[in-house]
């Protein structure tokens, strides 16, 4: 083309300079049509600068060669896209000389995108990625999506064989031809899989989110979803500076709160989490991504919480965030009650990691106390692991005050501890000495409750019962005796104050009255027994009468 001849400059973008005749250019055109239309003089040496042309200079040479040649173009996937979105932008909707305008040639072919291959619709998408906010606003860009996750959701129901490099025509549902794709089936991958490098190596990070929002839409698989996201995010690592792998983990991450959390491996997340910890991502997607966790904190092990701590804290471990996983988790079931199962397995999970970090002298008191006390007292059927936790934690921190030391002691359930641990409880000297008494007073009730079950027993005992239910079972006596054996231990080894010994002496006597009384009971019992089987075995032994 010749410059000279040429009255319009036209700088797309500031990359690229056109020459071109302003009438032709107006004739299909209606933006530029208007710039001229109200102008008056002279017409030459003028000057058009668009900041936001979609697409760029190759856009706008596919549109120059339209208006050059009487408005026909071949239009086909590969440029569909960009004439559709350039004639948006210029308003090639009517033109003067009658001839079919760019815009409603190309709305014809995007019409026809459902029998594109896979190959096409791959490209149509690399298109769009450089033609937004224009492909967004005009649907393109959704179209392609909708496309695409169509034909993933009917291959994905369908279970297609390895694709062929077959023609276009020759099939609607062909896959890609890529030989990495094609060598990835021929490897082993799971034909559910089939999709993933294309797409690897195809969406920039803006797209990823709203392809899973198709999908989602579409009720493609979640599951493979989910593993898209972490295979995206792993392979794209390779090649991208610090700043694209933070994008990219924000993105990945605020694509995966959009997913049914069933779908997502919790140990995945806990390998997102540890690299989202070194790129500094935002704090909203630090907070989703503790949200997931902690929704499914059941499914996570010790070595997942055993989580570093921030940079420039000398700290073991991160405490402060296993917090916030506990919270999320007690609160991450939309009010319902958490089920008991899994209250159980969370709490035996707390408690190892309790055991865990108690032995770090740089963690501060009101931590560990938030720990132990984070989930309800129901979540524990035994408190022997935070006893044990808690020796450690008063051994290692010798600067404690004794408020922080009571308020410690007393997040224990003295009722739940077990015989053995209260042994070791009266003899810790780590523990005010309160400590111990109220240990023992729990032993004591559960002494007097088995007494009292006894009791009950005993009371129900009356002619017409079979004696053998009243029978204590699981040779509860002898429990009760070895627990009176053990409550007496504990007094001898206990106080030396004179005031606390004289209580204790008079918890000694009561055991060994409520021993007494449970002999008593044994023999009244066996009497009782030995009676109903006697008058069972006479009443046998009389003839029938005669009716």
């Known amino acids: 083309m010749d410059a000279a001849a040429c009255d319009l400059q036209l700088d797309v973008n500031g990359q690229e300079t056109f020459f071109i005749h302003e009438k032709i250019i107006s004739s299909y055109c209606g933006r530029i049509r208007r710039l001229f239309g109200k102008s008056k003089g002279a017409t030459t040496n003028l000057k058009v600068i668009f900041h936001d042309f979609p697409g760029g200079p190759e856009s706008f040479e596919l549109v120059s060669r339209f208006c050059y040649n009487n408005g026909r173009i071949d239009i086909n996937p590969y440029t569909a896209p960009r004439l559709f979105c350039a004639a948006h932008y210029l308003e090639m909707n009517e033109t003067i000389t009658g001839s079919h305008n760019l815009l409603e040639q190309s709305e014809k072919s995007l019409e026809e995108i459902k029998f594109w291959s896979w190959p096409e619709l791959l490209s149509a998408l690399r298109s769009c990625q450089h033609l937004v906010p224009i492909s967004s606003s005009s649907g393109i860009l959704q179209k392609c999506l909708d496309s695409l996750v169509g034909r993933l959701v009917f291959t994905s129901e369908t279970s297609p064989s390895c694709p062929s490099s077959s023609s ?57 979803t989910s593993r898209f996201l972490f295979y995206y995010q792993k392979s794209r690592f390779i090649v991208v500076n610090f700043d694209e792998k933070r994008e ?13 959390q069933r779908s997502v491996p919790c140990k995945s997340l806990f390998g997102i989490l540890r690299v989202s910890l070194n790129l500094n991502v935002k704090k909203i997607c630090k907070n989703s991504l503790e949200h997931m966790i902690g929704s499914q904190l059941d499914q996570a092990t010790l070595d997942n919480l055993l989580v570093p701590p921030p940079h420039g804290s000398n700290h073991l471990y991160d405490v402060k965030l296993v917090l916030q996983f506990v919270k999320h988790f007690l609160a991450g079931k939309g009010g319902r009650e958490v089920p008991t199962s899994q209250m159980k397995k969370v709490a035996r999970l707390i408690d190892s990691y309790i055991a865990e970090v108690a032995p770090d002298p740089r963690l501060k008191a009101s931590r560990f106390l938030a720990l132990v006390t984070a989930l309800p007292e ?47 409880l009266t003899q810790n000297d780590k523990f005010p000495s309160r400590f111990a008494t109220t240990a023992l007073k729990a032993q004591q009730r559960k002494l007097e409750n088995l007494f009292r079950d006894m009791d009950l027993k005993r009371r129900l005992v009356a002619p017409g019962r079979e004696a053998v239910e009243t029978e204590p079972k699981d040779g509860k006596s002898e429990q009760v005796v070895l627990y009176a054996e053990q409550v007496v231990h504990q007094v001898d080894i206990v106080h030396e104050n004179e005031k606390m010994r004289a209580h204790l002496e008079g918890m000694q006597w009561r055991v060994v009255e409520l021993e007494k009384v449970c002999r008593k009971m044994q023999t009244q019992m066996s009497k009782l027994l030995k009676s109903k089987v006697s008058t069972q075995t006479t009443s046998k032994s009389l003839p029938r009468l005669c009716s």
């Open 168 to 224: 276009p025509e020759s099939s609607v549902l062909r896959l890609s031809t890529d030989s990495k794709s094609t060598e990835s089936l021929k490897s082993g991958f799971l034909r559910s899989t089939w999709w993933f490098e294309d797409l690897v190596t195809v969406l920039t990070p803006n797209l990823v989110k709203l392809l899973v929002k198709s999908m989602v839409l579409h009720k493609f698989d979640l599951g493979v």
């Open 248 to 260: 990219i983990t924000e993105t990945v991450i605020d694509s995966l709160s959009l997913l049914d």
């Open 378 to 424: 129901s979540a524990r059927d035994l408190y022997d692991e935070i006893y044990h936790a808690i020796d450690i934690f008063l051994r290692v921190h010798t600067g404690l005050s004794d408020g922080e030391k009571t308020s410690i002691c007393e997040s224990i359930n003295y009722d739940k501890l077990s015989t053995e641990t209260c042994n070791h």
